[in-house]
C-alpha cells in the first residue's frame, strides 16, 4: 500500500489524473472504475484537462460504483447526472461504453444481477474511490457482514446526513441505493482512494492503520496488493501520531 499526501486536493488531483492517464495508454480497452463525490472533482478537471491536450479515451470504457435508488439519470443529484456534468459531457468524441447502474429499474435485483454479470465479463483495470466519513467505499455502508456483489443498500444515518449537503432537505436525501460489492472493487487490477479534509482523518486512519473490519468497509482495502491512498495533509493528520509525511509505504 502506498499512502502519498499532498498539499492542496488540486495537486492531488493531477497525480490522480496522471494515474488514470497511465492506465489509457497502457491498456488496449481500458477499463476505468469510476466515483463520484466532492473529491473526485479535482481529479476529473485535470484529467480533462488531459482529454482537451490530447489523450485519445475512444477504446475507454467506464464503469460507476453506484446509484441512488429512485433518482433518474436526469435528476441533478442522480450519479448519472454528476457523471454527465463532471466528467463525459466535457470531453468531445468520447465514444467508449459508460455503465451506471439504473437507480429507477424496475427489477431492482435484476438490475445488480445485470451489472455483475457486465463487471465479470469487462475487469476494472483502475479503481477510483472515494470514502464516507464512516468509512464506507461506493455504498457499502459500515455493517457486521459486507456482500460481496452488486446490491440495494439501506443508506446509515451518518451517509444521509453527510450527503444531505447536496440536497435541499434531508428529508429528500434517497434512503436506498445500489452499489457495486467489495469483490468487484477488490478484483480491480488496480485502486486510488481520494480523501480531503479533516472529516475524512478519523475513517482514513482506521482504514490504513487499524485492523481489517467490516465496519471499517474501507480497511478491506489492506487485503489488495496495487492501492494508493491519495490525501491532502488534513485526511492524513491522524497517520503517523499526527506527522504528516509526503509517502508513506506501509
Ligand atoms: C458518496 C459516494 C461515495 C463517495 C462519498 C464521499 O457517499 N457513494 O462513493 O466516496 O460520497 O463523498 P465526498 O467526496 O463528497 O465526500
Redesign the pocket.
Known amino acids: 500500500m502506498r499512502v502519498r499526501v499532498f498539499e492542496t486536493p488540486d495537486l492531488a488531483g493531477l497525480y490522480v489524473a496522471t494515474i488514470m492517464e497511465q492506465v489509457v495508454l497502457s491498456v488496449t480497452s481500458p477499463i476505468l472504475g469510476l466515483?463520484?463525490?466532492?473529491?473526485?472533482l479535482p481529479c476529473y478537471d485535470a484529467f480533462c484537462k488531459l482529454a482537451h491536450d490530447g489523450l485519445d479515451l475512444t477504446r475507454t470504457t467506464t464503469i460507476n460504483?453506484?446509484e441512488y435508488v429512485g433518482l433518474s439519470p436526469s435528476h441533478p443529484q442522480s450519479y448519472h447526472y454528476f457523471m454527465e456534468n463532471h466528467l463525459f459531457q466535457r470531453i468531445r468524441n468520447w465514444s467508449g461504453e459508460k455503465y451506471i447502474p439504473n437507480g429507477i429499474a424496475e427489477d431492482l435485483p435484476e438490475e445488480c444481477k445485470r451489472y455483475d454479470e457486465y463487471i465479470k465479463r469487462h475487469p476494472i483495470d483502475l479503481q477510483l474511490?472515494?470514502?464516507?466519513t464512516n468509512g464506507?467505499i461506493?455504498?457499502n455502508e459500515p455493517s457486521h457482514s459486507l456482500l460481496s456483489t452488486t446490491h440495494v443498500v439501506t443508506l446509515s444515518e451518518e451517509?444521509i446526513r453527510s450527503?444531505s449537503r447536496f440536497f435541499d432537505g434531508i428529508e429528500d436525501v434517497p434512503r436506498q441505493a445500489i452499489t457495486v460489492g467489495v469483490q468487484a472493487i477488490l478484483q480491480a487490477k488496480q485502486i486510488v482512494l481520494v480523501a480531503f479534509g479533516e472529516q475524512k482523518a478519523r475513517a482514513v486512519a482506521d482504514s490504513i492503520s487499524g485492523t481489517v473490519r467490516t465496519d471499517v468497509p474501507a480497511s478491506m482495502l489492506q487485503l489488495h496488493r496495487d492501492v494508493t491512498w491519495v490525501l491532502d495533509e488534513a485526511s492524513a493528520s491522524y497517520l503517523n501520531n499526527g506527522e504528516v509525511a509526503r509517502t508513506i509505504t506501509e
Open positions: 466515483a463520484t463525490g466532492s473529491t473526485v460504483l453506484d474511490l472515494g470514502i464516507g464506507h461506493g455504498f451517509t450527503n
